[in-house]
């Protein structure tokens, strides 16, 4: 139950669901007439439920004082329109004894949540002001109320304008970025420029929910003083173009309701854009980075096949089922990821779309011409033979097969064991330089043929150390990594320090032991010396 308390202790609404106006004795009837209409306003309203709610959000944030300031306003707006209510309904001939009867019952407190819906609330003044002052709206003002609110309803929920901009005023914009930063970053005034070539490459509609284009650009802008310029810029008979190793700008739009919305650019030289194929992948790439895209261009069952490299490190593949899940299901490479974590995504060679071109190889599978493409290990293997020129060092039974991947497993840096010589490690930088090695056993028979190496007289220990490079690599430790050392007393590994590792190594002058190198997303994570007999 609630009570609302006037002025007077004797006039009060009480109770939510079924409330009831309580007045106090000597109240004419007239007087009782406007002042029962002003509280049956609010009981009309719901004025009883909902300044109690306010009263409980006023509560919760008391300290803010623009919480304060909206429960008054909202109290002295509810109080004056009942009373404006009761005007209209009762005639204007009320407004002075109205008002001597609101002034007579007023609080005289300035306290806004001491009497939730008191007919003689604070801000007695203002509410008599408003009520003398009060005249019935013409109908033309009501009407033109109405037509503004409606306006500007329109105006707030629509669209802004700026999606109403063209291809043109993006690829014009986009321009005028490029010249604004040779004016602050080279100080270069520009005279003159132009639009040389504006045209829509391809469009694709099953990437998102709204359509998508890919629209080439082409420009060129003259500099005051090409004195100023450097050697990276392109200039062709004064003007500078946009052009070099990472190609010229092509603008990615999502179309919606027949209008472009901008979403960002995509180089010629990063991507191959000469097939409809390349194009899409290139679009997929930039959707992906951008969070627009998950990250697996098919969903459903994956395989993750990882291959050794012969130098000890490890890459992987993500296979997928492009068109059908199941048995009957073509495979396809969806992207592969190198030692260091980069990432590849396999475009296949064709001028259809990509669904097109796995569609027709589904259809071939169906009717039995291309079973190998059923087999998820041998399109692993014709990949890496094929795709990649690996074919001749990797192995079938070399690969390790994850059946039941996901999109989040390939994402993991696969770790690579390598083997080799640490030069130049210190303790000022992060850097040293890797001799990589190759560490043969009598299981290798298969690379000693191919390397005319007779294990019989050259592996007197069981071993061959291979190091047919005359280069080194440059490798990088974190604060994290690991350092393992020989321990001839226990026969085992025991792990140090960087610093006594680096002393450990200082002993040996002639010769210097191998060791065995992990790294992960480019950077060592351990460091552990081989035993040589």
């Known amino acids: 139950m609630y009570m ?4 007077s202790p004797h006039l009060f609404v009480f109770g939510l669901h079924k409330p009831r106006i309580y007045l106090p004795n000597g109240l004419s ?3 009782k007439a406007y002042i029962v209409k002003h509280e049956q306003v609010h009981i009309h309203r719901y004025d009883h439920i ?3 709610l306010a009263s409980a959000v006023l509560c919760i944030h008391w300290f803010n004082p623009v919480v304060w300031l909206a429960f008054y306003l909202m109290s002295d707006d509810m109080e004056k329109s009942c009373d404006e209510s009761v005007i209209r309904q009762m005639g204007s001939g009320i407004k002075k004894e109205y008002s001597t009867s609101l002034l007579s019952l007023s609080t005289g407190s300035r306290f806004i949540g001491g009497s939730p819906l008191a007919f003689g609330e604070s801000n007695t003044k203002g509410r008599i002001k408003n009520i003398l002052n009060y005249k019935k709206p013409t109908f033309w003002v009501v009407l033109v109320t109405l037509i503004a ?5 329109v105006g707030l929920l629509s669209n802004p304008r700026n999606n109403s901009l063209t291809v043109k005023d993006y690829a014009e914009q986009f321009m005028e970025q490029n010249i604004a930063s040779y004016k602050n970053n080279m100080n270069i005034e520009i005279i003159d420029s132009q639009i040389t070539k504006l045209e829509k490459i391809a469009s694709f509609d099953d990437l998102l929910a709204t359509p998508l284009e890919i629209w080439s650009l082409e420009y060129r802008f003259k500099p005051d003083d090409p004195t100023k310029l450097t050697m990276m810029e392109n200039v062709v008979d004064g003007f500078i173009t946009e052009e070099g190793s990472m190609g010229k700008p092509i603008l990615l739009f999502s179309i919606s309701n027949s209008l472009p919305q901008y979403l960002g650019v995509i180089r010629s030289g990063e991507n191959d854009i000469t ?6 992948m290139a679009v997929r790439v930039f959707l992906e980075a951008n969070h627009h895209l998950p990250h697996e261009t098919y969903s459903g069952k994956h395989i993750l096949v990882k291959f050794p490299l012969t130098t000890g490190e490890t890459s992987q593949l993500l296979l997928s089922q492009p068109v059908v899940q199941g048995d009957s299901g073509i495979w396809c490479v969806e992207r592969w990821k190198d030692k260091n974590g980069h990432e590849y995504y396999h475009t296949p060679q064709t001028d259809v779309t990509i669904a097109e071109y796995y569609a ?3 259809s071939l599978a169906d009717q039995g011409e291309e ?3 059923l087999d998820p290990l041998q399109v692993a293997m014709n990949y890496i033979s094929n795709d990649i020129g690996m074919g001749k060092h990797v192995k ?3 690969l390790v097969v994850d059946n039941e991947a996901t999109a989040d497993d390939f994402a993991i840096t696969p770790e690579s064991t390598l083997n080799g010589y640490v030069l130049n490690l210190n303790l000022e930088n992060h850097s040293f330089d890797f001799d990589n090695i190759e560490w043969l056993t009598m299981e290798d028979s298969a690379r000693f043929k191919g390397l005319n190496i007779n294990p019989d007289d050259d592996t007197p220990n069981g071993f061959y150390i291979l190091n047919k490079y005359t280069y080194t690599d440059p490798l990088e430790v974190t604060d994290d990594t690991k350092y393992s050392i020989v321990d001839l007393n226990a026969g085992t590994n025991k792990e140090v320090s960087k610093q006594e590792f680096i002393e450990y190594f200082k002993r040996y002058t002639d010769f210097v032991p191998p060791c065995v190198i992990t790294t992960r997303d480019g950077y060592v994570t351990s460091i552990t010396e081989r035993y040589v007999p």
């Open 50 to 52: 909902i300044k109690p």
């Open 371 to 373: 079973p190998a493409l």
């Open 275 to 280: 097939t409809l194929a390349g194009q899409e």
């Open 396 to 398: 079938l039974d070399q």
């Open 149 to 153: 609110v409606a306006a500007l309803s």
């Open 4 to 7: 609302s308390i006037t002025a």
């Open 29 to 31: 009837d007239h007087e």
């Open 360 to 362: 027709r190889l589904q």
